[in-house]
């Protein structure tokens, strides 16, 4: 299982360098037609990306401390108590899975870009909330 934590740690890793990329697009500045896809593109970097954080930290507090949990909320919230992130990362963790959910439930531009909002504010997130489990190495 080592060898699939190490792949899911580098996956992670590039993830969370593409979502932050997509978030250094300045939208205002582009056509509103390509505004909207980039905005588009923007929420989905953010889902593949929450995904890809809590099955890498299911696995990893697997590994490391033997606690197999089945779902993102639960095992964000064992991330936290075994000390990978502060209680403002988790709580922040927490909404970015929400907004996640949220993503499949919206039919209204408005609510959209209300939850477009939230997702600029995620820039840098993963990285500092990843960066004990991205770094460490599992003893034999």
Known sequence: MEERLGYLREQLAAAIADFERSLSIRVAELEPAVADAVMSGQAQMLEFTIELFWKTAKLFILELHGFDIPSPKPV??????????DYRGVERLLRSLEIRNSLS????????????AEILRCAGLFGECAEGMLKARLEE
């Open 76 to 85: 964000l919230k064992k991330y936290f108590e075994l000390g990978y992130v």
């Open 105 to 116: 439930h919206v039919y209204r531009k408005d609510q959209f870009l209300e939850l477009h």
